[in-house]
T-cell receptor, first 114, second 114 residues
Framework: DVKVTQSSRYLVKRTGEKVFLECVQDMDHENMFWYRQDPGLGLRLIYFSYDVKMKEKGDIPEGYSVSREKKERFSLILESASTNQTSMYLC?????????????FGAGSRLTVL | GNSVTQMEGPVTLSEEAFLTINCTYTATGYPSLFWYVQYPGEGLQLLLKATKADDKGSNKGFEATYRKETTSFHLEKGSVQVSDSAVYFCALSDELRGAQKLVFGQGTRLTINP
């Protein structure tokens, strides 16, 4: 069964801390995505990556950065966490040649910033 | 840019009731359309999709028809079950800097009572 695994299901951090959210997929997918999910706002794209060492800003990249050193791993970094970054973060992946544009999602990482 | 609007939730129904969750979109061109479902404690998973006008996507008793003339993709099920309780997201495909991405609606929480 194909999988996208997010290492932390729940995190609690303090304002100003540096936060790493890790995502690993075992499907050899080229494309990977980070979304945040907030009530009433749905999912909003933060960053995505075409392939290893490639990254592109999504719709709400401010306050975030990403790293894609290996094909299977896509990390989301909050350089200095703030309370407005309290949210559910969802990682997803897709093969490059996915004509139907179907994403496989991880279970999510719920981050609380105090 | 392209966008998706879903009916406001939450929606609460009794078991065996008929379900409709409205979804309309704004897009240039002819995007693919999707419904994703998120069960409690899990990530999103694809429920059904349609890639061109008049296509009907179906899965697990759910259906949605791609209506170009009304720019809609409403989700329907004839007889809901308690196990259908989840959050439902309508989405469309969009292009960002040469890559395909998904744009999501705000989500509709559905609760089915026995």
């Amino acid at each position: 069964d194909v999988k996208v695994t997010q290492s932390s299901r729940y995190l609690v951090k303090r304002t100003g801390e540096k936060v790493f959210l890790e995502c690993v997929q075992d499907m050899d997918h080229e494309n990977m995505f980070w979304y945040r999910q907030d009530p009433g706002l749905g999912l909003r794209l933060i960053y995505f990556s075409y392939d290893v060492k490639m990254k592109e800003k999504g719709d709400i990249p401010e306050g975030y950065s990403v790293s894609r050193e290996k094909k299977e791993r896509f990390s989301l970094i909050l350089e200095s966490a703030s309370t407005n970054q309290t949210s559910m973060y969802l990682c997803a992946s897709r093969p490059w040649a996915s004509g139907a544009n179907v994403l496989t999602f991880g279970a999510g990482s719920r981050l609380t910033v105090l | 840019g392209n966008s998706v609007t879903q009916m406001e939730g939450p929606v609460t129904l009794s078991e065996e009731a008929f379900l409709t969750i409205n979804c309309t979109y704004t897009a240039t061109g002819y995007p693919s359309l999707f419904w994703y479902v998120q069960y409690p404690g899990e990530g999103l998973q694809l429920l059904l999709k349609a890639t061109k006008a008049d296509d009907k996507g179906s899965n697990k008793g759910f259906e949605a028809t791609y209506r170009k003339e009304t720019t809609s993709f409403h989700l329907e099920k004839g007889s809901v079950q308690v196990s259908d309780s989840a959050v439902y997201f309508c989405a469309l495909s969009d292009e960002l800097r040469g890559a395909q991405k998904l744009v999501f609606g705000q989500g509709t929480r559905l609760t089915i009572n026995p």
